[in-house]
């Protein structure tokens, strides 16, 4: 089993920054795609920003040229690092990272994995 944990939420005035983080560990085959989703309160999660193992990328519309992802393969870590923020980004952010490895019955398998959550709260 992997296990992500993120680190980095907190409080910022609207304007100001934040640096999010997530950790995978635990039985690590290949981490294929990493990201985060976040979840507004009374709102569904929706997807904030993804990178590829090759370091593609791609974001959501509303963060688009304020917030950057990126990670270290060999540290199995990815981070997101949130400018001019809003009070509309407020949620809690989740870290996402998915693997295809082969089962016990030697099957390919899809495996999705999710942090616990970190809030980020965007107020004056």
């Known amino acids: 089993q992997v296990q992500l944990v993120e680190s980095g939420g907190g409080s910022v005035q609207p304007g100001g920054s934040l640096r999010l983080s997530c950790a995978a560990s635990?039985?690590?085959?290949?981490?294929?795609?990493m990201g985060w989703y976040r979840q507004a309160p009374g709102k569904e999660r929706e997807l904030v920003a993804t990178?590829?193992?090759?370091?593609?990328?791609n974001y959501a519309d509303s963060v688009k040229g304020r917030f950057t992802i990126s990670r270290d393969n060999a540290k199995n870590t990815v981070s997101l690092q949130m400018n001019s923020l809003k009070p509309e980004d407020t949620a809690v952010y989740y870290c996402?990272?998915?693997?295809?490895?082969?089962?016990?019955?030697?099957?390919?398998?899809?495996?999705?994995?999710w942090g616990q959550g970190t809030q980020v709260t965007v107020s004056s």
């Open positions: 996402n990272a998915d693997e295809i490895k082969p089962n016990s019955d030697y099957q390919i398998v899809e495996y999705e994995y």
């Open positions: 635990g039985s690590i085959f290949s981490i294929n795609a």
């Open positions: 990178i590829t193992r090759g370091r593609s990328t």
